[in-house]
């Protein structure tokens, strides 16, 4: 049988939405990556060049959009999204959120991010891993006045972003037996923007997605 996830978890969900939808309009595009990578930047950028370059429009679905898909889905309102994450339990939001980014994406296309988004989507789309040096992340938070951590030592905020990714590669080993780390050799493109800007990055990752699209027609 084809392999078309990465996650078996989601096979059965994967079959019924097939049988359920037709193939999507829109191409699926999936950005994972560490957090302070940038995946939402590039996410929202990579839309604007879409637009613009070849009026092709998608909308982007990021972790935060689908998590509050999931609590409606379930009869919480956006005021209630604490208590929502506070009754859901152990594992059960991660599934949850993965398995409506494989429908909506199975669905109606367009562009996932998220640190498993290029894993759930797996074979159905154009994977992308973004990724940066996570002293560069430091240096990044730490000049942002926009940002709480804003002026922090950069050696405490690379200790903190370990730790944050080590958590969080650890809660997906033991939900789905995966290492984030070792997936990304699946994926079509590893992009390392530790030395790019924003718009430097936006544009590799278009013109990437750009020569990938026509095989997903």
């Known amino acids: ?25 829109m191409p699926i595009i999936a950005i994972g990556g560490w957090a302070g990578t940038g995946k939402d930047t590039a996410a929202y950028n990579l839309q604007k060049l879409l637009k613009k370059k070849n009026k092709i429009k998608m909308a982007v679905h990021v972790a935060g959009d689908i998590f509050r898909a999931v609590a409606r889905e379930a009869g919480y309102s956006e005021r209630e999204l604490e208590k929502f994450s506070a009754e859901i339990k152990g594992d059960e939001l991660d599934i949850r959120i993965d398995r409506t980014t494989l429908e909506m994406a199975l669905t109606k296309g367009g562009i996932y991010v998220g640190r498993m988004a290029p894993a759930v989507i797996g074979e159905h789309g154009i994977k992308v891993w973004i990724e940066t040096d996570p002293k560069i992340i430091a240096e990044r938070v730490s000049s942002d006045p926009k940002r709480k951590e804003y002026k922090m030592p950069i050696a405490e905020l690379t200790k903190r972003g370990k730790e944050r990714n080590e958590k969080d590669a650890a809660r997906y080993k033991r939900i789905y037996g995966v290492d984030p780390e070792k997936m990304k050799s ?14 430097e990055t936006a544009n590799k990752l278009y013109e990437f997605v750009v020569s990938k699209i026509k095989s997903f027609k």
């Open 1 to 25: 049988m084809l392999d078309l996830t990465y996650l078996k978890i989601f096979e059965k969900d994967e079959k019924e939405i097939i049988l359920k939808h037709p193939k999507p309009d």
């Open 186 to 199: 699946k994926y079509d493109l590893i992009l390392d923007n530790s030395h790019y800007t924003k718009e």
